[in-house]
Structure formats: structure tokens, C-alpha cells
T-cell receptor
Framework: DTAVSQTPKYLVTQMGNDKSIKCEQN?????MYWYKQDSKKFLKIMFS???????INETVPNRFSPKSPDKAHLNLHINSLELGDSAVYFC????????????FGSGTRLTVV | SQQGEEDPQALSIQEGENATMNCSYK?????LQWYRQNSGRGLVHLIL?????REKHSGRLRVTLDTSKKSSSLLITASRAADTASYFC???????????FGAGTQVVVTP
């Protein structure tokens, strides 16, 4: 069983489109995160939810909107995609807020053309 | 701004040798974590060391933490080709658990 699963794995889309990435964890963790990894492999946090409540909201364009329907799911919706949004997006979960290690999904490679 | 800086950026060694990489950070931490990322894959958690700990071991991995110097090191002993990956340090500095990553060290182990 995959612990943290993201779909889709690859996403190629045109500028201006709206797209969503889904994430699910079956570990019973309370906290979930979205990270963005750029072309230089630098990882930056975007959002975090703890028990469906938004607790971290970094400075990202408001075209990015997370949604957590329950504590096992955290989705990322992106409106009006731009070329600069091309990156690998990772979902992660942890048992508590930063006290334990994270479990990462395998990533979604988004390419905006 | 980036919390962690890793050194070296890249490391190439032969199987059986030890690999050491260092991480420096800027502000006080709750804990520091090391992750491995194989090419095209997600990150795998290796070790978490708390701010009141100085050393931790896990199999062939040894992590040290020096809070006075704001630095940590990861040692991989008797490296294997399967250890080829990027290694990242990350710090937690707040109660929300925000992990701030360094730029990573790319390790290549040749048979």
C-alpha cells in the first residue's frame, strides 16, 4: 500500500488552464503539506493543514488554493497556470507538526507550455 | 530565504568509501532532519535529530549536530552504488512543523 499517493504523476498543460493535483495518505497522520521543488531541486513549503485546518500559508500566488476535505486528503488547485509554475509538486504528511519526520509522495511533475 | 546551506554541492566516491556532507543553518532549531531523494522520486526520511541531541545513528548513517556552530553532518559509511542520490538537510524552527530545506548534496557512488 502506498503511504502518500499523488495523482497525476505527470501533468502537461497550456498556459491559462486550471488544474488540480490530488493527494491521499493512509498513515493516519494529522498534518499534510504541499512543497514545490524547482529546477534547481530547491524545496519550498507552500501550505500545511492540520486536521483539516490551514496552519501554514506561505507567500504563494493566490492562484494556488489548497483544499482538505478530510485529514487524509489534501488537494492543490491552480488557476490560470503560468510558465513559472512548472515544477515538481510534492505532498507530504507527518504524525504531528514537525516533531516527527515527514512521509513524502512521489511527486507530480507539472509542465506548463 | 534559505535556512540551510549544504556542503559540498556534489560528491563522487567509490563503493566502500565513506561519504560526509555538512549542513549549516541560520536560526535556532527544534530539530534537524536528513532526507534522501533518488532521481525522479520523492524524498525519504533518514534521521531526525533534536536540538538537545548531539549524535544519532541509523544503520550505516551517522548524524551529528552542533547547535553552537549551527551545523550538522551526515556520514554514510561503507557506501554502496544504491546510495547514489541527493541528500537534503531540513530544519524545523516553529511549532507548525514547517520544514526548511537546504539545497542538497548530490552523491554519486561508483562501483
Amino acid at each position: 500500500d502506498t503511504a502518500v499517493s499523488q495523482t497525476p504523476k505527470y501533468l502537461v498543460t497550456q498556459m491559462g488552464n486550471d488544474k488540480s493535483i490530488k493527494c491521499e495518505q493512509n498513515l493516519g497522520h494529522d498534518t499534510m503539506y504541499w512543497y514545490k521543488q524547482d529546477s534547481k531541486k530547491f524545496l519550498k513549503i507552500m501550505f500545511s493543514y492540520n486536521n483539516k485546518e490551514l496552519i501554514i500559508n506561505e507567500t504563494v500566488p493566490n492562484r494556488f488554493s489548497p483544499k482538505s476535505p478530510d485529514k487524509a486528503h489534501l488537494n492543490l488547485h491552480i488557476n490560470s497556470l503560468e510558465l513559472g509554475d512548472s515544477a515538481v509538486y510534492f505532498c507530504a504528511s507527518s504524525r504531528d507538526t514537525g516533531i516527527y519526520g515527514y512521509t513524502f509522495g512521489s511527486g507530480t511533475r507539472l509542465t506548463v507550455v | 530565504s534559505q535556512q540551510g546551506e549544504e556542503d559540498p554541492q556534489a560528491l563522487s566516491i567509490q563503493e566502500g568509501e565513506n561519504a560526509t556532507m555538512n549542513c549549516s543553518y541560520k536560526t535556532s532549531i527544534n530539530n534537524l532532519q536528513w532526507y534522501r531523494q533518488n532521481s525522479g522520486r520523492g524524498l525519504v526520511h533518514l534521521i531526525l535529530i533534536r536540538s538537545n541531541e548531539r549524535e544519532k545513528h541509523s544503520g550505516r548513517l551517522r548524524v551529528t549536530l552542533d547547535t553552537s556552530k549551527k551545523s550538522s553532518s551526515l556520514l554514510i559509511t561503507a557506501s554502496r552504488a544504491a546510495d547514489t542520490a541527493s541528500y537534503f538537510c531540513a530544519t524545523v524552527t516553529d511549532s507548525w512543523g514547517k520544514l526548511q530545506f537546504g539545497a542538497g548534496t548530490q552523491v554519486v557512488v561508483t562501483p
